[in-house]
């Protein structure tokens, strides 16, 4: 076998190899979802409830993991034990934390339409009642139509206002769980909803870089019924540098206070 022997590198090639890490602080959440009979179900109860803005008030997220399941095989050759590959197993769940607006609630009454809607609960008063039953749903209910996508990405841009990206999105999700949130007179602190959502498997997309849907997609129909930048300064309150980076198809990084 041949030697291989060190390579000199100069400092600048130690520096763009180091110095570039990728940092937690910058992804997107996009969660949503889409069904005929949860948009009745909503409109039945009154509840207007806004996707996108949903989106901007994660706060926490995690990249997946997934392992093999193998077996174990002893006797196919003296004295080596071999371990073979039968299954890819991904995680059970996924947990995403969020802010809470005080105007709605809009985390806590999203998901909790959801599972309700899922457990076939209608109103506060069915729930209330000492005969109280239901009926839950059939998986392609309530798996039909939602979405689940994690983007993580960096923030610097190239030359053609592009980042890197890497984008999961989950198979089959659903909310499995909504997180106690603990509540004191003590020190104030902003109220944060966590939920657990289920899936059966996620794949990463094959776009290793492009324009991040973020900001602009959140502010909704405003930005897309008008484009130039004059106009999403009026309806969004920007200013001018941002409003001509989000008309051009780029992103502005964005503080919930």
């Given at each position: 076998?041949?030697?291989?022997?060190?390579?000199?590198?100069?400092?600048?090639?130690?520096?763009?190899?180091?110095?570039?890490?990728?940092?937690?602080?910058?992804?997107?959440?996009?969660?949503?979802?889409?069904?005929?009979?949860?948009?009745?179900?909503?409109?039945?109860?009154?509840?207007?409830?806004?996707?996108?803005?949903?989106?901007?008030?994660?706060?926490?997220?995690a990249l997946p993991g997934s392992r093999f399941l193998t077996a174990e095989i002893n006797n196919n050759l003296p004295g080596v034990r071999e371990r073979h590959v039968y299954r890819r197993s991904y995680d059970d769940q996924i947990n995403l934390?969020?802010?809470?607006?005080?105007?709605?609630?809009?985390?806590?009454?999203?998901?909790?339409?959801?599972?309700?809607?899922?457990?076939?609960?209608?109103?506060?008063?069915?729930?209330?009642?000492?005969?109280?039953?239901?009926?839950?749903?059939?998986?392609?209910?309530?798996?039909?139509?939602?979405?689940?996508?994690?983007?993580k990405f960096e923030k610097n841009l190239d030359s053609r206002r592009q980042t890197k990206i890497l984008t999961y999105k989950f198979v089959n999700c659903f909310p499995l769980a909504i997180n106690t949130m603990p509540v004191s007179y003590d020190?104030?602190?902003?109220?944060?909803?966590?939920?657990?959502?289920?899936?059966?498997?996620?794949?990463?997309?094959?776009?290793?870089?492009?324009?991040?849907?973020?900001?602009?997609?959140?502010?909704?129909?405003?930005?897309?019924?008008?484009?130039?930048?004059?106009?999403?300064?009026?309806?969004?309150?920007?200013?001018?540098?941002?409003?001509?980076?989000?008309?051009?198809?780029?992103?502005?990084?964005?503080?919930?206070?």
């Open positions: 076998m041949a030697i291989i022997p060190p390579q000199r590198k100069s400092i600048s090639q130690v520096k763009a190899q180091l110095l570039n890490p990728a940092t937690t602080s910058h992804f997107q959440v996009s969660v949503s979802f889409q069904n005929s009979r949860f948009n009745k179900f909503k409109s039945e109860l009154g509840l207007n409830l806004d996707q996108g803005r949903l989106n901007i008030l994660c706060s926490d997220a934390s969020f802010y809470c607006d005080a105007d709605q609630y809009l985390p806590i009454r999203f998901f909790e339409a959801w599972m309700n809607f899922i457990a076939g609960t209608s109103t506060s008063e069915n729930v209330a009642s000492q005969k109280y039953s239901y009926r839950v749903k059939f998986p392609s209910e309530y798996q039909n139509g939602s979405s689940l996508e994690i983007t020190a104030s602190n902003l109220l944060k909803c966590t939920v657990g959502m289920a899936y059966s498997r996620y794949f990463i997309e094959d776009r290793p870089a492009g324009v991040i849907p973020r900001f602009a997609n959140a502010l909704g129909g405003a930005i897309k019924r008008r484009r130039n930048v004059s106009a999403l300064v009026d309806d969004t309150g920007l200013n001018r540098r941002d409003a001509a980076i989000i008309e051009s198809g780029g992103f502005v990084e964005t503080l919930i206070e």
